[in-house]
C-alpha cells in the first residue's frame, strides 16, 4: 500500500490571513506526529494571476516563517519553495496532456478568477492551475491533502487526473512492475497513482470574510478589514473583529439558529475553531448574549492564539539567512523524493 504521505501548499502571495492558518496551517501542524509531511510554499501558482511581483523573495520567506512559527518542524518534515524542484512544472505538462480542457473550465475557481476578464486577460496558467496542482501532490505520490473547503473540487480532478493516468498507461505500468493493488470505489485496480484523500473538516473549513459572511476570507480582498492577516498586531485584531459585521440580534443558543446569519455563524466558527471546541459548545455559552460582549471575548482569544505566532513569525522573518537554509535543505531532499518519481513516470510513458 502507500505510505500516509501529506503534502500541501500554499501560496507566497502576501497577507496570509486567519482563514489559511484555520483552513490550512493548523492542520499542517497537526498532523506532523503521525505522518511524513511535505509543505511548500507554491511559487509557480503565485504567477497564475499576477506575472510580476516585486516581492516574491520576501513573500515566499514569510510562508516558510509562518509554517515554522505556528509549530511545523523543517527537520523532521520537509518545508521547501516548489519551483525549487523542477519536477513539479515536468509532471504538470504531463498531466496537461492527460487532462481535458473542459474540466479545467469547470472548475468555480477559475470561473472567478477570470470572470469579467476576456480570454487575452487571463494567462494560460490560470486555467492549468489544477493541473499543477495535481502534480505537487501526486510527483510524492502523497495521499493526504490538508486544504481548506475552497480546494476541494482541485482535489477531485486531482484524483480524476490520478485514474485517467492509470487508466491510460494501464497497459505500461503493468509492464514496467511499478504498480500498486488499489481499489478505487469497489473496483481493484493497478495504479501508479494513488486517489488523494482531502483533509477538510473541523469548525471552521471556510472562514469567511469580516465584511461579508458570504465571501470567504482572501488575500486577495481589496479591504484590509475583511481579514485577519497572521502578521497584525493585537489593536488591529481587536479594531477588525469590533468593525466586523453582524446583525442586530443576540447569539442563539443552538447552531440551528445560525442559519441564514452568515456573519453570526462565521465569528462562532472561528471562535470555535481557535479555542478547539465545536460552535454547539461555543453557543452554550455565549447563547442570548449580545455581539457587544461575545466580540471582545473573540478579540481576546484570537489575540492569545495569533501574538505567539505573529512574534515568532516576525524574528525568523529578521535572519533570512536562516530561513534560506531551511528552504535550500528542504528542496534537496524534496528533489530526490520526486526525481525518484519522475524517473518512474518517465519509463511508463516510455521517454
Ligand atoms: P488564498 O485563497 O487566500 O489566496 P491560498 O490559495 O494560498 O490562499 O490557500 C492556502 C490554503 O489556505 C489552502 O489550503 C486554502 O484551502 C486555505 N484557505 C484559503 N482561504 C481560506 C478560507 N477563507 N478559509 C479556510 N481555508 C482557506
Ligand atoms: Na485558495
Given amino acids: 500500500a502507500f505510505k500516509p504521505l501529506v503534502f500541501s501548499g500554499v501560496q507566497p502571495t502576501g497577507n496570509l490571513h486567519l482563514g489559511n492558518y484555520l483552513g490550512a496551517i493548523r492542520k499542517f501542524v497537526a498532523l506532523q506526529d503521525e505522518h511524513d509531511c511535505i509543505y511548500c510554499v507554491v511559487d509557480l501558482h503565485a504567477i497564475t494571476a499576477q506575472l510580476v511581483h516585486d516581492d516574491m523573495r ?20 520537509i518545508v521547501f519553495n516548489q519551483s525549487a524542484v523542477p519536477q513539479h512544472a515536468e509532471l504538470a505538462w504531463i498531466f496537461n496532456c492527460v487532462a481535458r480542457i473542459g474540466w479545467m473550465e469547470r472548475m468555480t475557481q477559475f470561473k472567478d478568477k477570470a470572470s469579467g476578464k476576456n ?15 495535481a502534480a505537487d501532490i501526486l510527483v510524492y505520490r502523497a495521499t493526504h491533502v490538508p486544504v481548506g473547503d475552497d480546494q476541494k473540487q482541485h482535489l477531485e480532478l486531482t484524483r480524476d487526473i490520478a485514474q485517467k493516468f492509470n487508466i491510460d498507461f494501464g497497459d505500461h505500468i503493468r509492464r514496467t512492475g511499478l504498480g500498486l493493488d488499489i481499489v478505487v470505489g469497489e473496483e481493484p485496480v493497478h495504479a501508479y497513482f494513488p486517489m488523494v484523500e482531502p483533509l477538510i473538516g473541523g469548525p471552521a473549513p471556510r472562514v469567511m470574510s469580516l465584511r461579508d459572511g458570504t465571501k470567504k476570507m482572501s488575500k486577495s480582498d481589496a479591504s484590509d478589514l475583511s481579514r485577519i492577516n497572521l502578521l497584525d498586531d493585537a489593536d488591529t485584531i481587536s479594531k477588525k473583529i469590533r468593525k466586523a459585521k453582524t446583525d442586530p440580534d443576540a447569539l442563539p443558543s443552538e447552531v440551528d439558529g445560525l442559519k441564514g446569519r452568515p456573519e453570526a455563524e462565521n465569528l462562532v466558527g472561528i471562535y470555535a475553531a481557535l479555542s478547539d471546541r465545536t460552535k454547539a459548545d461555543v453557543l452554550s455559552e455565549f447563547g442570548g448574549q449580545q455581539f457587544s ?9 484570537a489575540v492569545n492564539v ?26 534537496e531532499r524534496a528533489r530526490a523524493r520526486a526525481e525518484k518519481t519522475m524517473q518512474e513516470v518517465r519509463d511508463i510513458i516510455g521517454f
Fill in 58 to 77: 520576501s513573500q515566499i520567506r514569510s510562508i516558510a516563517a509562518a509554517f515554522i512559527a505556528s509549530g511545523i518542524d523543517p527537520k523532521k518534515h
Fill in 119 to 133: 480570454a487575452e486577460q487571463v494567462s494560460l496558467g490560470l486555467l492549468a492551475y489544477p493541473s499543477l496542482m
Fill in 293 to 301: 460582549v461575545f466580540k471582545p471575548a473573540l478579540v481576546d482569544l
Fill in 306 to 331: 495569533l501574538s505567539p505566532i505573529t512574534g515568532e513569525m516576525r524574528r525568523l522573518m529578521d535572519d533570512t539567512t536562516h530561513i534560506d537554509a531551511i528552504l535550500r535543505d528542504g528542496g
